[in-house]
Every structure is written in C-alpha cells, then in structure tokens.
C-alpha cells in the first residue's frame, strides 16, 4: 500500500529553527508537495520538489532524497505565525495525491 | 471570484437527506478534486476530474457523487447523508496531470458538514 509518515505534533521556540520529516512509500514518484494549513482554514501550497536536493524559498526550505523516500521541510527564524500544520503530499503515478496525516508545529514565545 | 469558492460554509444536516456541495474556481484549471478531512487523518480523495466531461473515483467515493459539466463548476451531492459523513470538504483545482508545471492544487476554503 501507499504510505505517508510524518510526526504528529512537534513544539518549538519562536526565532529557532525546525525541521519536520516525511518519509514515503508509493506506486510512482512525480513530485513532492508541502502545504502549510492554518487551523479552520485551506491548506496553501509552500513547494514542491522533484529533484534529489535544497530548494530555498525565504524562511522555508524543502529537500528531497528521493533513494531514502525522505523530504524535510526546514522553517527558520520562526514566527508565531508559523504555528499551524504542515502536510506532507506525494503524486504518484497516476498523478493522484497521497496525503500524510499532517505535522502539527506549535511555536512557543 | 478570485481563485475557488464553495458554498455553503457550512451546513447541519439531517440523516437521509440529500445534499449538494457547490464549488467553482476561475483559473480555467482543467482538472478539479473534492477531499474530506477528519482528524487525525489525511486528505482523502473523494473524486476527481481531469476534464470538462470526465470524472473518476478517489479513495473513498461511496455514498458520493459528481458531475463535471463544464471548466468551473464541480459540485459533490450526498444522496443520502449519513452521520460518517460528517466532516470538512474541500475542492481543489489544477492545470492537471502531466501538464507543464509542478501540477500544484489550490484549495478552496472548505464545507463544514455535520450530519445528525
């Protein structure tokens, strides 16, 4: 079967630094997706990744090693707005989206 | 509009009764997807559409059905709702599958449904 894992909750400090993995196991692999979700709101998409490597966009970053099954979404300086949670999301060979359950990051002051 | 609406908001329904679940965007995407998300759990795929005339299932399409009569409007009707059925929906849209790009999905805000 198709599976998605990321960590249910992690806590961090306001101006740290965090990283919140994601390990996947699908039929197919066309791309890697984080969404950010805001609670009582949409998800919005915050990257994607196909290539083995950094993609660096401002306070966050995505990496991909596609061998391992693994991505990490990497947010810096962290702001209180950061607190929400993060989706991890894989299209697989059908180009459909398997979806993780979602990684809930609190930030405390 | 800007992007992808749904209506209503949210709804309290009774068992048994039929309700229909609207959403439209106005990024002439070809392909729109409908979701429910409970807690704990992931995004689950409902049904989709690739294209105008064309719909297909998703991971948990019973109980629910779609129509795709032209680019913008994809509606979800629950013919006969069903307390399991409460949860949050949320339509999406993209330029499609294979298409150029990263075939990224945006979401429209959601339906709160609960059904009693």
């Known amino acids: 079967g198709q599976n998605i894992d990321q960590p249910t909750e992690m806590t961090a400090t306001e101006g740290a630094i965090v990283q919140i993995n994601c390990t996947y196991q699908t039929s197919g692999f066309n791309g890697l997706f984080w969404y950010q979700q805001h609670a009582g709101e949409a998800p919005t998409f915050l990257s994607y990744?196909?290539l083995d490597g950094l993609e660096e966009k401002g306070r966050f970053s995505s990496f991909l090693s596609r061998s391992k099954g693994y991505s990490y979404l990497l947010l810096k300086e962290l702001q209180m707005k950061d607190s929400a949670s993060y989706l991890c999301a894989v299209l697989d060979s059908n180009y459909q989206l398997i979806w993780g359950a979602g990684t809930k990051l609190i930030i405390k002051p | 509009i800007a992007g992808i609406t749904q209506a209503p908001t949210s709804q309290i329904l009774a068992a048994g009764r039929r309700m229909t679940l609207r959403c439209t965007q106005d990024m002439r995407h070809n392909a729109m997807y409908w979701y429910r998300q409970d807690l704990g759990l992931g995004l689950r795929l409902i049904h989709y559409?690739?294209?105008?005339?064309?719909?297909g299932k998703g991971e948990v399409p019973d109980g629910y059905s779609v129509s795709r009569a032209n680019t913008d409007d994809f509606p979800l009707t629950l013919a006969s709702a069903v307390p399991s059925q409460t949860s949050v929906y949320f339509c999406?849209?993209?330029?499609?599958?294979?298409?150029?790009?990263?075939?990224?999905?945006?979401f429209g805000p959601g339906t709160r449904l609960t059904v009693l």
């Open positions: 990744n196909v």
């Open positions: 999406a849209s993209s330029n499609g599958p294979g298409a150029e790009g990263s075939d990224t999905q945006y």
């Open positions: 559409s690739n294209t105008a005339g064309t719909t």
